[in-house]
């Protein structure tokens, strides 16, 4: 990291960052600057609450991404795990860490993004499976509030016939 190499380092930005706080921040660090002292490190992260997320929901803007699973000792492809992130119009690609703390506040929007991560995930590895380029098992990040549901399994079962994705496919 900066530090490690001895540069001096005014702040941290989550992904991703708006003009506008990097503006403020370069404005601040001018300030600090001219006035002869060091800045403190500061964490700066996008202006996300809970109406914006669930705007996104409702505009399908959670997007899936999708990370490789190698078995180690053979170092075969065995299958993926589902990776969400926001492809949000203003910001563009939002990482988990700044809005799902936001979505497990509220049971109701937990379990509905949670449907919307699962339909989405299983469509699309359905699809590829279809088109021959994917054969391996689907891994999805599920709370424990969600897992616990009762029609929980009920909805995994029936998310996965409809896409036609196998149930032994899909590793919780």
């Known amino acids: 990291n900066a530090t490690a190499c001895g540069l001096k380092v005014a702040a941290t930005f989550a992904k991703p960052f708006s003009g506008a706080a990097l503006r403020s921040c370069l404005a601040e660090q001018r300030d600090v600057l001219e006035a002869g002292s060091t ?4 964490s700066i992260r996008p202006e996300i609450d809970l109406p914006h997320v669930e705007r996104a929901l409702r505009e399908r ?8 699973q190698v078995q180690v000792d053979t170092l075969e492809w065995v299958g993926v795990e589902a990776l969400v992130r926001w ?12 809005f799902v703390p936001l979505i497990e506040r509220e049971p109701d929007l937990m379990r509905r993004f949670s449907q919307h ?14 088109a021959g380029v994917f054969h391996g098992r689907l891994a999805i990040n599920v709370a424990a509030d969600v897992l616990a549901a009762a029609e929980f399994l009920d ?8 896409t036609g994705l196998a149930n032994d496919h899909v590793v919780l």
Do not use: I, K
């Open 39 to 42: 800045g403190a490190l500061r």
């Open 87 to 98: 492809q949000h119009p203003e910001f563009g690609l939002v990482y988990p860490d700044v």
């Open 155 to 162: 909805m995994l079962v029936a998310r996965a016939a409809a």
């Open 117 to 130: 991560v699962m339909r989405l995930s299983c469509a699309e590895m359905a699809q590829a499976a279809g």
């Open 61 to 68: 803007e959670f997007v899936m991404h999708y990370q490789p």
